[in-house]
């Protein structure tokens, strides 16, 4: 046995002993009740950073929590392993994304394992496997033959650096989310996923999650953006042509003065007349130089370009002017909008740049609005004006009424619009899933037959960095003869996005070993939907989105019977430290820095701002060199003790050297006392200080218990704990009491050891335990233990407050009235006066009443 507490021998020790034994291997034969706990998977960088550490810290306290409360659980870990990053590397270091890919999965698992995290490593599987994508090729052919999976034509997000299509909600602030880099439109046949079919199921399913942040749900309604309204039909004038809007505001027709078209809409080409032919194709070259989400943010600013032709409005019958303007979007709608200025902000600034006509046609309670007078749209309620026989309806009443008259009028209909857009998921690179489909010019598009499966990514492609997809310079992989015809075809050349890989991952670990289908239906019932699932905020509508979807298509395919994939939500903060910065050298890794002076010229270093821990500003720790310096134990409880989860922690020494001094003092607090603790037994009474500590004891097991279970306030139960540790070191009576002292001692083990394992474990041991802590159990509290054996009471003399006093818990009436009186404050303010009365309310006060 080690007198000192050595982290490095401790967790080494422990770690092989859980791999030998495969301590968390799980499967479905357990009477247990299963929980299933996941944090979202790494991508295969090579390195794990203090963001994976407290991800998957905060993951680790869980499940060996619920485990230690008797529930079978799974715990796995796997690697979101293709993408364009590999890709990207492979060219840069001249190798191969596969070679690049393991080699990084190899260095990144053995970083995990020193953390201590207790996965089921028998479950562990790369969405890079062939016995992984080939299960996702048969999902793609089961949605293409319901219409689930398709290709079209359409203008799509491109990034000339990554040289791929991008969904819309890759794109961050019109950058690329991986490279950075702008994004441009670009026309493209792209395959595409119907999530459009899911919306009203994934809208309403929101509304049923309700251990899922809010946050995370208010963005994907927006994001799915369900609104009702009416579409309107405006006719082309001299022309067979209509132009077809949706609004939500049919109340406002009247005030439309012109009309708005995206500069991609079908008819923008057809309606522009020859005297405004090169001043339109200028503006289109413009426009293509802005990315889809620069046009919608609101300080973009608004242009347009007046095409030459004209609309009627439905009801007015007059003429208005088609303008195409850079905020329309295909996106949305019809790519079509009737411009309101008067009562629409965007319109409203449209208008006054190109001095377009203004009509008011909903006036507010109390005032007049006038055009001429307005310096903003008026967008609130009021009563039609200007709007011919709806003139003095309430707006809202209005909406009903007017489009109950252009639908007898057939110009318009009542319909429900959607933001959510079907999801493209085509990408022209290498490293990716095959998307199984033949192109034949005799039978078109073909699918790839299932006993086919599956279409395997050659490993002999030639990576130039150059544009499209090298697997379309691949010839023996793009030649194959049709499945149907048996004439000459060709393989389409795409891969998946690999938000598919990450869509469905969490089922397939269920089963990684399934041969016969994507999933083991009777397994993957058993475990899902995964109880608890840990990840970034930033995934709230990409990711979370898919996998959402994906499980409803699963489901309806028969390979699974959940409604949703993930119970409960927890979206973690992320990890922060002050950015150092030398005026010559620049950005400074901490080490560079010595006494506010950098390392290399000894010039003052200015400190920025608290940031997000970043490689390009090298405000970043090494988890490998925490974990050599402290051990992997004070990496953890410092991660989980700084901050709440949900909150973003921000990295200091000081408390790190803390969290060290903390597990020595609990280290020393055992093996100090363990002479005086062998063979000790709890006594059946125990009063006086001894009982002071085993209250103590049991009320830290209630509310350790309490802040883990559902609350992850894992930083009061860490506090709760070493308020526990200090009780301990100052309790004297240890010889007298040992059995009070082992179980306080004990329960501070069993406590810790979801938060640090390595050590409890081996206390557990030198406090003579043969078992794993994990096969202890919870400790559970004494409600008998939490009562004291005194109360504290508030004494008062006319309603003031005048002392307070200790009293039994079973004193009666006639004797704390006795003590009361006794007290020599109280005396002071009673000395020399009549008692009218003395008034007790049970374990709060006494009031002495006196004149």
């Known amino acids: 046995?080690?007198?000192?507490?050595?982290?490095?021998?401790?967790?080494?020790?422990?770690?092989?002993?859980?791999?030998?034994?495969?301590?968390?291997?799980?499967?479905?034969?357990?009477?247990?009740?299963?929980?299933?706990?996941?944090?979202?998977?790494?991508?295969?960088?090579?390195?794990?950073?203090?963001?994976?550490?407290?991800?998957?810290?905060?993951?680790?306290?869980?499940?060996?929590?619920k485990r230690m409360q008797g529930f079978n659980v799974l715990h796995p870990m796997g690697w979101d392993a293709f993408g364009m990053p590999a890709e990207n590397a492979a060219i840069e270091h001249k190798t191969h994304p596969a070679k690049w890919t393991y080699e990084n999965i190899d260095s990144m698992r053995q970083q995990l394992q020193r953390i201590g995290l207790s996965y089921d490593w028998q479950r562990e599987f790369a969405t890079c496997n062939v016995d992984y994508y080939r299960w996702e090729q048969l999902i793609f052919l089961k949605m293409f033959e319901r219409g689930?999976?398709?290709?079209?034509?359409?203008?799509?997000?491109?990034?000339?650096?990554?040289?791929?299509?991008?969904?819309?909600?890759?794109?961050?602030?019109?950058?690329?989310?991986?490279?950075?880099?702008?994004?441009?439109?670009?026309?493209?046949?792209?395959?595409?996923?119907?999530?459009?079919?899911?919306?009203?199921?994934?809208?309403?399913?929101?509304?049923?999650?309700?251990?899922?942040?809010?946050?995370?749900?208010?963005?994907?309604?927006?994001?799915?953006?369900?609104?009702?309204?009416?579409?309107?039909?405006?006719?082309?004038?001299?022309?067979?042509?209509?132009?077809?809007?949706?609004?939500t505001r049919p109340d406002t027709l009247f005030g439309a003065t012109f009309m708005s078209l995206a500069p991609e809409h079908p008819l923008a080409k057809s309606l522009v007349t020859a005297a405004q032919?090169?001043?339109?194709?200028?503006?289109?070259?413009?426009?293509?130089?802005?990315?889809?989400?620069?046009?919608?943010?609101?300080?973009?600013?608004?242009?347009?370009?007046?095409?030459?032709?004209?609309?009627?409005?439905?009801?007015?019958?007059?003429?208005?002017?088609?303008?195409?303007?850079?905020?329309?979007?295909?996106?949305?709608?019809?790519?079509?909008?009737?411009?309101?200025?008067?009562?629409?902000?965007?319109?409203?600034?449209?208008?006054?740049?190109?001095?377009?006509?203004?009509?008011?046609?909903?006036?507010?309670?109390?005032?007049?609005?006038?055009?001429?007078?307005?310096?903003?749209?008026?967008?609130?309620?009021?009563?039609?004006?200007?709007?011919?026989?709806?003139?003095?309806?309430?707006?809202?009443?209005?909406?009903?009424?007017?489009?109950a008259y252009l639908d007898q009028r057939n110009e318009g209909r009542k319909t429900v619009?959607?933001?959510?857009?079907?999801?493209?998921?085509?990408?022209?690179?290498?490293?990716?899933?095959?998307?199984?489909?033949i192109y034949c010019d005799s039978c078109g598009a073909v699918p790839v037959p299932e006993e086919d499966l599956p279409v395997t990514l050659p490993v002999d492609v030639e990576l130039t960095g150059e544009g499209g997809s090298p697997l379309a310079r691949h010839q023996a992989f793009l030649k194959v003869a049709c499945p149907v015809c048996g004439k000459p075809a060709r393989r389409e050349s795409d891969t998946f996005d690999t938000f598919v890989e990450s869509s469905w991952y969490f089922a397939r670990y269920c089963c990684p070993d399934y041969t016969d289908g994507p999933l083991d239906r009777a397994a993957a019932n058993y475990w899902l939907p995964v109880d608890q699932y840990i990840g970034g905020i930033e995934h709230a509508v990409m990711h979370l989105l898919y996998a959402r979807f994906f499980t409803k298509v699963l489901r309806d395919l028969g390979m699974l019977d959940v409604d949703e994939p993930f119970t409960k939500l927890l979206t973690q903060g992320m990890v922060c430290m002050e950015t150092?910065?030398?005026?010559?050298?620049?950005?400074?890794?901490?080490?560079?820095?010595?006494?506010?002076?950098?390392?290399?010229?000894?010039?003052?270093?200015?400190?920025?701002?608290?940031?997000?821990?970043?490689?390009?500003?090298?405000?970043?720790?090494?988890?490998?060199?925490?974990?050599?310096?402290?051990g992997a134990d004070t990496a953890r409880l410092f991660s989980l003790f700084a901050a709440p989860p949900e909150k973003d922690l921000e990295w200091n020494e000081q408390g790190v050297e803390g969290c060290s001094r903390f597990l020595n003092r609990v280290w020393r607090g055992v093996v100090d006392n363990l002479d005086l603790l062998e063979n000790a037994e709890l006594p059946n009474d125990v009063s006086g200080i001894a009982a002071d500590l085993r209250r103590k004891t049991h009320q830290t097991i209630k509310k350790v218990t309490e802040d883990i279970d559902g609350r992850f306030h894992f930083n009061t139960a860490i506090a709760a704990v070493m308020e526990l540790v200090n009780a301990v070191y100052a309790f004297k009576e240890g010889s007298e009491h040992p059995g009070v002292v082992r179980e306080a001692l004990e329960t501070v083990v069993r406590l810790l050891n979801p938060f640090v394992p390595h050590v409890c474990e081996e206390l557990w041991k030198m406090l003579g335990h043969h078992e794993s802590i994990e096969t202890a159990g919870w400790p559970q509290w004494e409600e008998a233990a939490l009562l004291s054996a005194e109360i504290t009471l508030v004494v008062q003399v006319n309603g003031k407050v005048r002392g307070k006093l200790a009293v039994a818990v079973d004193a009666d009436k006639e004797s704390i009235e006795a003590a009361a009186l006794a007290e020599p404050n109280v005396q002071r303010f009673v000395e020399g006066k009549q008692l009218r009365k003395i008034i007790v309310v049970p374990g709060r006060l006494i009031n002495i009443v006196v004149s």
């Open 148 to 247: 689930l999976a398709y290709k079209k034509g359409s203008s799509v997000n491109w990034c000339p650096d990554c040289q791929t299509v991008l969904a819309n909600e890759q794109v961050e602030d019109g950058s690329c989310w991986r490279c950075h880099n702008p994004v441009e439109p670009k026309e493209l046949e792209q395959w595409f996923f119907k999530i459009t079919d899911y919306a009203d199921e994934l809208l309403d399913w929101t509304e049923k999650l309700p251990d899922w942040p809010g946050r995370v749900l208010a963005m994907q309604r927006n994001w799915i953006g369900k609104s009702y309204g009416c579409e309107i039909e405006f006719p082309v004038a001299d022309s067979s042509q209509k132009v077809k809007v949706f609004t």
């Open 580 to 630: 150092q910065r030398c005026p010559e050298h620049g950005w400074l890794y901490p080490e560079q820095v010595i006494d506010g002076k950098c390392a290399h010229c000894d010039r003052t270093v200015e400190f920025g701002r608290t940031e997000k821990m970043s490689k390009s500003k090298k405000n970043v720790i090494d988890p490998n060199q925490l974990i050599d310096q402290y």
């Open 1 to 65: 046995m080690e007198k000192q507490y050595v982290p490095g021998n401790v967790e080494q020790q422990w770690q092989e002993k859980w791999r030998q034994e495969q301590t968390f291997r799980v499967g479905e034969t357990s009477d247990k009740p299963k929980y299933y706990l996941l944090e979202m998977f790494p991508y295969p960088s090579g390195r794990i950073h203090m963001g994976h550490v407290r991800n998957y810290a905060i993951g680790d306290v869980v499940a060996r929590f």
């Open 417 to 437: 619009n959607y933001r959510l857009r079907d999801w493209g998921v085509s990408r022209q690179r290498y490293w990716g899933t095959p998307i199984p489909i």
């Open 277 to 403: 032919q090169e001043i339109v194709e200028q503006f289109f070259a413009q426009v293509e130089r802005q990315d889809k989400i620069e046009r919608t943010s609101g300080d973009l600013e608004k242009l347009g370009v007046f095409t030459g032709s004209y609309c009627l409005n439905p009801l007015t019958g007059k003429n208005i002017p088609v303008f195409l303007a850079n905020f329309i979007l295909m996106d949305y709608g019809t790519g079509a909008v009737m411009a309101v200025p008067a009562h629409d902000q965007r319109d409203f600034e449209f208008a006054r740049k190109y001095e377009l006509p203004i009509q008011v046609v909903i006036q507010p309670a109390g005032d007049v609005l006038l055009p001429e007078g307005m310096a903003e749209a008026y967008i609130g309620p009021g009563l039609l004006v200007n709007s011919g026989q709806f003139d003095g309806i309430e707006n809202e009443s209005a909406k009903e009424q007017i489009a």
